[in-house]
């Protein structure tokens, strides 16, 4: 099987190289590299007379990669030039300055727009079968999840947007399914009872809807409980009304 082979090319500006890339067709690179919004698109368009693509050398792709690495620092064309990235197979990573740039706009970006782009991606992959997620992803994931404070607009405006989308049975199913298999510790079962408190005082006298109550219904129908759950919950409704009736004498007692 003959193997495919890679042009590296130079962007000439007037006697000066400005950008070391690789590609299998140039005319087509060509294109793709006017036809950029960013900085280096912007320059090819005004300096389309003082600028020339010539092809340096051809071979084999492992060959021409590392080729491309070595002549971006040789020529030092990430600091002087376009190149934004080291070059190379799968080494496409961004200049120090530029993560700082993309790391500031992620910083100080909206909570709109934080929302609007999950929303985007998350209509991208509907319909879309998932790829299985490695322990050792889910693991990061999940590091990187603790250590992210969330502004409360940011919160509300999240909170607001995962509203909107439906959710069908079937996933509702599987995430009833993965938190029966989830163990928390004690310090997060204390957190969890706090937070449900002052919902549940902050929901006081409020009365439900009946949309929420047909949420409540379907989310209860077919569920089942076991003995230990069904004694806390005896138990929690004595206590509760244990505290009703010691406040029943005083309630009489202002009201005569």
Same mark, same amino acid.
């Given at each position: ?19 070391? =890339?690789?590609?299998? @067709? ?40 590392? !080729? ?12 002087? #030039?376009? @190149?934004?990235?080291?070059? #190379?197979?799968?080494? +496409?990573?961004?200049? %120090? ?9 992620? &910083?100080? &970006?909206? %909570? ?14 509907? =319909? ?12 990061? !994931? ?9 502004? %409360? ?9 995962? +509203?909107?989308? %439906? ?11 993965? @938190? ?27 009365? !439900? ?8 219904? &379907? ?22 009304? +244990?505290?009703? +009736? ?11």
């Amino acid at each position: 099987m003959k193997s495919a082979c890679y042009n590296l090319y130079f962007v000439w500006h007037l006697g000066q190289v400005v950008y070391v =890339g690789v590609t299998k @067709n140039l005319k087509r690179r060509i294109a793709e590299h006017k036809k950029a919004k960013g900085v280096f698109g912007q320059f090819l368009r005004r300096e389309e007379g003082n600028v020339e693509f010539k092809i340096v050398t051809i071979g084999p792709r492992s060959y021409i990669y590392d !080729l491309e690495v070595k002549l971006i620092v040789a020529l030092g064309v990430r600091d002087v #030039g376009f @190149n934004l990235s080291a070059g #190379g197979i799968g080494g +496409r990573d961004p200049h %120090p300055s530029t993560r700082e740039k993309i790391s500031e706009i992620l &910083r100080t &970006r909206s %909570p709109e727009l934080h929302a609007r782009w999950w929303r985007a991606g998350q209509e991208a992959q509907r =319909g879309k079968p998932r790829k299985p997620v490695s322990p050792e992803t889910r693991a990061k !994931l999940s590091e990187v999840g603790r250590g992210r404070k969330l502004t %409360p607009e940011q919160k509300a405006v999240l909170i607001e947007a995962r +509203r909107k989308i %439906p959710m069908s049975d079937e996933s509702r199913q599987k995430l009833i399914e993965r @938190n029966k298999a989830r163990v928390y510790s004690e310090e997060h079962k204390a957190k969890s009872s706090v937070m449900l408190i002052a919902y549940n005082k902050s929901r006081a006298g409020v009365p !439900l809807t009946l949309e929420r109550r047909l949420q409540l219904s &379907r989310f209860h129908s077919g569920r089942k409980v076991s003995e230990e759950t069904r004694a806390r919950m005896r138990e929690a409704a004595r206590e509760t009304w +244990r505290r009703r +009736r010691s406040g029943l004498p005083q309630v009489a007692s202002a009201i005569e």
